[in-house]
């Protein structure tokens, strides 16, 4: 903290007791004394302990940006969709692989290879989509052999190459809010999924999208993706009060009905399940209001809660 030092941004909070506000390890702020900190190892522990963002560093926004070394090789994938991002190629570039490896595993919960195979994969299935032969797929996206590729692509599709064609993409990626680190997974349709990364059950909610989309989820992004990343920018900087953004929501005709209602809901007001029911004509549904609330994949543009 005293260093500044910003590896350790996001790894520990400290609550300052005479302020009784809390920073991450790169605040500007003068340094308290070392009687007058308490040490947190999330941002919800100093809140649930009485203490409030720091206005300087503002550490609920700021925790939980990407460093500049793993952004560096984040970049490094998407340009090079095809190309096998190696430890050497890494630390050629300065990077430090260990270090990029452990931020991966714990923000995306997969190594930073397997990022890359997700990442180079989906660009396969688009291009077997397009109608490239399995072949010449293969040798394109880097791969030394026709078996490797095929038993990669097959343990993230869950269908070989050649019978693949019927299944549909999903596309996962990471964002940071002023609230915390969010996941957001978009179709070629619209946006499926905006959740938080701690958000119960979301594995659950995971497997349910791909079996009702019949698709597989894949590290990546498309054009849905960008304009909801704008869009929640200027929404929390006060600038929107309204989504453009295209969803793709899949449910019951019931749960859809429940959501669209939900949306009509105007901007800083809120409502009730029994009202919902009335609206939907079926004021004696407000349990199974409630349910549908709970089961909404897009936390903030569908303001469920």
Not at 163 to 173: A, C, G, Q, T, Y
């Given at each position: 903290?005293?260093?500044?030092?910003?590896?350790?941004?996001?790894?520990?909070?400290?609550?300052?007791?005479?302020?009784?506000?809390?920073?991450?390890?790169?605040?500007?702020?003068?340094?308290?004394?070392k009687e007058n900190v308490e040490f947190y190892s999330s941002f919800k522990e100093a809140l649930v302990n009485g203490f409030r963002p720091c206005k300087v560093c503002k550490p609920t926004e700021n925790a939980s940006q990407a460093p500049s070394n793993a952004v560096m090789a984040i970049e490094m994938v998407k340009k090079n969709p095809k190309k096998k991002i190696s430890d050497?190629?890494?630390?050629?570039?300065?990077?430090?692989?260990?270090?990029?490896?452990?931020?991966?595993?714990?923000?995306?919960?997969?190594?930073?290879?397997?990022?890359?195979?997700?990442?180079?994969?989906?660009n396969a299935f688009k291009e077997l989509k397009d109608g490239n032969s399995p072949t010449s797929t293969a040798f394109d996206s880097g791969y030394e052999s026709l078996s490797g590729?095929?038993?990669?692509?097959?343990?993230?599709?869950?269908?070989?190459?050649?019978?693949?064609?019927?299944?549909?993409?999903?596309?996962?990626?990471?964002?940071t809010t002023p609230l915390g680190p969010m996941f957001v997974c978009a179709t070629v349709n619209g946006i499926c999924l905006l959740e938080f990364t701690d958000r119960k059950m979301l594995e659950t909610e995971f497997s349910d999208l791909q079996r009702r989309l019949n698709a597989v989820i894949l590290s990546g992004e498309n054009e849905h993706t960008k304009q909801l990343k704008k869009e929640l920018e200027e929404y929390f900087q006060g600038k929107r009060k309204n989504f453009n953004v295209l969803l793709d929501t899949p449910g019951t005709s019931f749960q859809k009905g429940v959501w669209e209602i939900l949306g009509e809901i105007p901007f800083g007001q809120t409502s009730t399940y029994q009202k919902q029911a009335i609206k939907l004509k079926n004021k004696n549904a407000v349990r199974a209001v409630a349910r549908a609330n709970g089961m909404n994949r897009v936390s903030i543009i569908i303001p469920c809660h």
């Open positions: 903290m005293l260093d500044r030092n910003p590896q350790y941004i996001g790894v520990f909070f400290v609550g300052v007791k005479t302020t009784s506000v809390f920073c991450i390890a790169t605040c500007r702020a003068r340094k308290p004394k050497k190629i890494l630390r050629k570039n300065g990077l430090n692989p260990y270090a990029i490896r452990r931020w991966f595993k714990k923000n995306y919960g997969m190594t930073f290879q397997a990022y890359q195979r997700m990442y180079r994969i989906n590729f095929g038993y990669t692509y097959k343990k993230l599709i869950g269908k070989s190459p050649i019978n693949s064609n019927e299944r549909n993409i999903i596309l996962i990626d990471r964002i």
